[in-house]
């Protein structure tokens, strides 16, 4: 399967665009997100580049480690950073096989990384493990409806996400933000269109 990413990244460099996906833009303008960020499946690294960019705008410590396990997209995004002078730990992990190291980030975010189902769980369960108390999870997915508008996204339904199966691992938390229903997205060539999706803001509370 990352045979199949690296040659998406390689035909096209920007897949998704250059701009933060507009839900990170809009709930960042809300929390704060610093300290030692984590980005699953992050891919050229649009997300992250905005978050980092934003902290050494606004002068806020930040830090951050990347995961996808397309070399590709990471040297793409390892350019990109570099050119910006902005330093990340880019790591090539594949979240099927991913250990998770308790109580490491401050914060942690995943756009459109979708996985199958028994991935979806145990990503879920990493990610709320590797978060610190009071720690956020950050991000947008598409939910299973997302298959009916065919604006982007896995076409094999195991792919996309069920709310529940976030409720399942971080029901317990405070959800700052929990959001299912359409919205319209442009990012790149893949995401084009109205979509239905799941955003979520989610302080993990241990
Ligand atoms: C739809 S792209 C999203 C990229 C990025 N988050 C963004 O919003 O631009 C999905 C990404 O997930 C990565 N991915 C898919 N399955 C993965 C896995 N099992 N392990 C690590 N990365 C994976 C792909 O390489 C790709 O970069």
């Known amino acids: 399967m990352s045979q199949h990413w690296n040659e998406l990244y390689a035909q096209t460099q920007d897949l998704y665009g250059t701009a933060a996906n507009l839900f990170i833009q809009e709930i ?7 300290g030692k960020t984590l980005a ?8 992250i580049l905005y978050l980092a960019e934003r902290a050494r705008q606004q002068g806020y410590p930040f830090s951050a480690e990347v995961w996808d396990y397309s070399d590709v997209a990471l040297k793409h995004l390892s350019n990109k950073a570099e050119a910006k002078g902005i330093k990340l730990e880019l790591k090539n992990v594949d979240l099927t096989v991913a250990k998770w190291l308790s109580e490491r980030y401050q914060n942690a975010i995943c756009v459109f990384g979708h996985f199958d189902t028994e991935t979806q769980k145990k990503v879920l369960e990493g990610i709320r493990e590797s978060l610190l108390n009071g720690g956020w999870f950050i991000g947008e997915l598409y939910s299973k409806e997302q298959i009916k508008y065919k604006t982007g996204g896995p076409k094999n339904i ?10 399942d691992v971080f029901g317990q938390d405070h959800l700052h933000h929990f959001y299912v229903a359409e919205q319209e997205r442009q990012e790149g060539e893949l995401h084009c269109g109205k979509c239905h999706v799941i955003q979520f803001a989610i302080q993990v509370m241990k």
Do not use: V
């Open 28 to 34: 960042a303008d809300k929390i704060r997100i610093e």
């Open 158 to 167: 195991e792919y996309l996400y069920d709310p529940r199966c976030i409720l």
């Open 40 to 47: 699953i499946a992050e891919g050229e690294g649009r997300n």
